[in-house]
């Protein structure tokens, strides 16, 4: 299959740049502008078909011009986008059984970074164009496809520029395709079916930065209250009182939709999520952190330092403190929160770097109706029978966050079947994917074009 071929030359680009340089940088940019050269040689009928607009490295864009033209009526003429991004996270060599980026394929497995996250959805995207342009297939709707370049440093040069383009051409979309979401093998336990966790609304993104400040001096002639004594004990308090639980509708749907396939002793407890929900709280903790996180705004300690030698006192000590939070917390009332649990003036807390609020779930898209739907369950049905498709809340964020404002429907789900033992390679070691994964991929988008 030449998917394969094609995923592991992709592979081979270096698109796992560290941190984020100002625009402009030749040498950061030149393996993402490779990787964009890459797709037009690869894929030559669809570029003869399709608009290409490469915005920078980090962005490019195509239209793939539909059959009807304005000719479908009642606004359903609106195209749908398809978003994807090319660079990848840094792959620690040493950990690794294989090389992280020679694409190497064994035992049915393409190995390498990005193999799920996400250069297989991208691939898998333009073959599946690529195939129905070399038949002389044309959408019902135009197709779009957004694909950005540092998707993994929060995309400001990337899908934020992107959206801001589509906005200045007036464009919106029917529906939004986004990475979130796969189909689950076992990621409950003494639960067999299959699940498709199709993302329809995404948990918010806040990092905040608490300092204390104190004199630098020699640490022979230490002060008697240290701010690393008041920073441990901000820190201590955020541990002890979390986020209140919560229970949002699309959660609600999730739980009562898988439950007609969880085991006896505790489907009655899902069914009704709402009238047992003390009981469905500690559930979700024993069902693991992707469900406990899934009923509040969580709260992880994520960087920590003082001084830098020691026998220095630090003029200043600081923690980052990184929040996701669960609609309707939004950036702003979840810093009360903080600071209210912290309640000590001498710790300061800020902002540190992008911020956003949740992406809440639309009215159809909770009552489980439009176009975006019928195409993704027809889809999903078609190519993968015998899975239950449950709607689904993103707790990690996506670049789709940047398009909000131009869709009512903005989903989140890529068409891989994985373990749990897999989907924990994405972002750790010995990244994978299976042929067979990247197989049914590129059929689904196949049906999933044509349903468009
Ligand atoms: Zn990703």
């Known amino acids: 299959m030449e998917t394969i071929e094609h995923l592991r030359q992709a592979l081979r680009i270096r698109t796992d740049w560290p941190g984020t340089v100002p625009l402009g940088n030749i040498e950061a940019e030149a393996p993402l502008k490779q990787f964009q050269d890459y797709l037009e040689k690869t894929y030559p009928a669809f570029h003869r078909v399709a608009e290409q607009r490469v915005l920078s490295p980090y962005a490019v864009v195509y239209r793939w011009p539909s059959n009807a033209g304005t000719a479908l009526e009642g606004g359903k003429n609106k195209p749908v986008l398809f978003l994807a991004h090319y660079d990848v996270v840094p792959a620690e060599q040493t950990k690794w059984t294989v090389p992280p ?4 394929l064994r035992d049915g497995y393409v190995y390498g970074r990005g193999a799920l996250d996400m250069k297989n959805t991208l691939i898998s995207l333009m073959d599946a164009a690529e195939e129905l342009c070399t038949q002389g297939f044309s959408p019902r709707r135009e197709i779009w496809f957004a694909f950005g370049g540092d998707e993994e440093r929060n995309g400001t040069y990337g899908a934020e ?3 801001q383009w589509f906005a200045s051409q007036n464009l919106r979309f029917e529906w939004i395709l986004d990475e979130g979401g796969v189909i689950a093998e076992d990621q409950i336990k003494d639960l ?6 199709v993302g329809i609304e995404e948990k918010g993104y806040l990092s905040l930065e608490l300092s ?3 004199a630098p001096g020699h640490a022979s002639k230490p002060p ?4 690393a004594a008041v920073l441990a004990r901000a820190l201590t308090r955020l541990s002890k009182r979390s986020f209140p639980p919560r229970l949002i509708p699309t959660v609600e749907r999730f739980f009562i939709g898988l439950a007609p396939f969880a085991p006896k002793k505790w489907a009655w407890v899902i069914r009704y999520p709402r009238l047992f929900f003390p009981m469905l709280a500690v559930l979700a903790d024993n069902m693991g952190s992707d469900f406990s996180a899934m009923l509040r705004t969580t709260v992880a300690m994520t960087q920590l330092e003082g001084s830098a030698a020691d026998n220095v006192m630090p003029s200043l000590v600081r923690a980052v403190i990184n929040l996701r939070l669960l609609y309707p917390w939004k950036v702003e009332t979840a810093v009360g929160f903080i600071k209210k649990t912290i309640n000590d003036d001498r710790v300061v807390v800020k902002i540190h770097q992008l911020a956003t609020d949740p992406v809440p779930a639309t009215e159809a898209q909770a009552r ?5 739907w019928e195409a993704l369950e027809e889809a999903i049905e078609e190519i993968f029978p015998g899975t239950a498709i449950l709607p689904y809340l993103m707790t990690a964020t996506t670049d789709s966050r940047h398009y909000q404002t131009l869709s009512e429907g903005i989903f989140r789900f890529a068409p891989v079947c994985l373990k ?6 994405i972002h750790g070691h010995d990244e994978r994917i299976s042929t067979k994964n990247l197989e049914s991929g590129v059929q689904f988008y196949i049906r999933l ?4």
């Open 212 to 214: 204390v400040a104190q």
């Open 101 to 104: 980026f020679d694409g190497e």
């Open 420 to 425: 749990k033992e897999e989907l924990a390679r």
């Open 161 to 163: 520029k992107i959206a």
């Open 368 to 372: 489980r109706v439009g176009p975006g």
């Open 449 to 452: 074009f044509k349903n468009a």
């Open 224 to 227: 008697r209250i240290q701010a």
């Open 192 to 197: 067999e079916k299959p699940l498709a966790l």
